[in-house]
């Protein structure tokens, strides 16, 4: 693994179905993040973690969840998927406060 | 939290001249502005970013600007190229307590050059 990876890249699910995104990072940094990409709303932020065993809120958080039980590793879960929860979905990572944040390919999720 | 608005939302430009993105942001303890470019059916690359003790920063045909006092920065690419032709989005980090790396972004600007 060369920086940060996530799975699947695509994935069409049935409504009302559980799914977790992967996303894993091998740059040892400290936050990470997950946006969702919908068209002419920019890149909006689900949930960070500012490092290991803690996550925060960002602006778009219902439905979702996750998990930071080490540095490398942070996966989003959808309890119970929705129609409007199609989009893409992309995680970040940054070593600190004022350095890059570095973007995995993304995830296409389309909920049917 | 933090609020980023970006404009415009839209810009065609002819080769060669040169375009201007602005955004502002809410947060006065923010302290970090990056800007990314987007090809479509790509992830987000930083092009380049500016930090709070710093007014301007240039790389080759773009440079940042930033007013802290007035909470606004500015994106200038010039000599505008084809494959300038991109979304490109702000965005700002803060440096304040439990939100300290929230990076929230701007809503994109698809930026059009015209051979």
């Known amino acids: 693994i060369a920086g940060i990876t996530q799975a699947p890249t695509s994935q069409i699910l049935a409504a009302g179905r559980r799914m977790t995104l992967r996303c894993t990072q091998d740059m040892r940094h400290n936050a990470m993040y997950w946006y969702r990409q919908d068209l002419g709303l920019g890149l909006r932020l689900i949930h960070y973690?500012?490092?290991?065993?803690?996550?925060g809120k960002g602006e778009v958080p219902d439905g979702y969840s996750v998990s930071r039980a080490n540095t490398d590793d942070f996966p989003l879960t959808l309890a119970s998927a929705v129609p409007s929860q199609t989009s893409v979905y992309f995680c970040a990572s940054s070593g600190t406060a004022e350095t890059e944040a570095f973007f995995g390919q993304g995830t296409r999720l389309t909920v049917v | 939290g933090e609020n980023v608005e970006q404009h415009p939302s839209t810009l065609s430009v002819q080769e060669g001249d040169s375009a201007v993105i602005k955004c502002t942001y809410s947060?006065?303890?923010?302290?970090?502005f990056p800007w990314y470019k987007q090809e479509l059916g790509k992830r987000p690359q930083l092009i380049i970013d500016?930090?709070?003790?710093?007014g301007e920063k240039k790389d080759q045909r773009i440079a940042v600007t930033l007013n802290k006092t007035a909470k606004h920065f500015s994106l200038h690419i010039t000599e505008t190229q084809p494959e300038d032709s991109a979304v490109y989005f702000c965005a700002a980090k803060g440096n304040s307590g439990a939100g300290s790396y929230q990076l929230t972004f701007g809503k994109g600007t698809k930026l059009s050059v015209i051979p």
């Open positions: 947060d006065s303890a923010s302290n970090y």
């Open positions: 973690s500012n490092t290991a065993g803690t996550t």
């Open positions: 500016i930090r709070s003790n710093v």
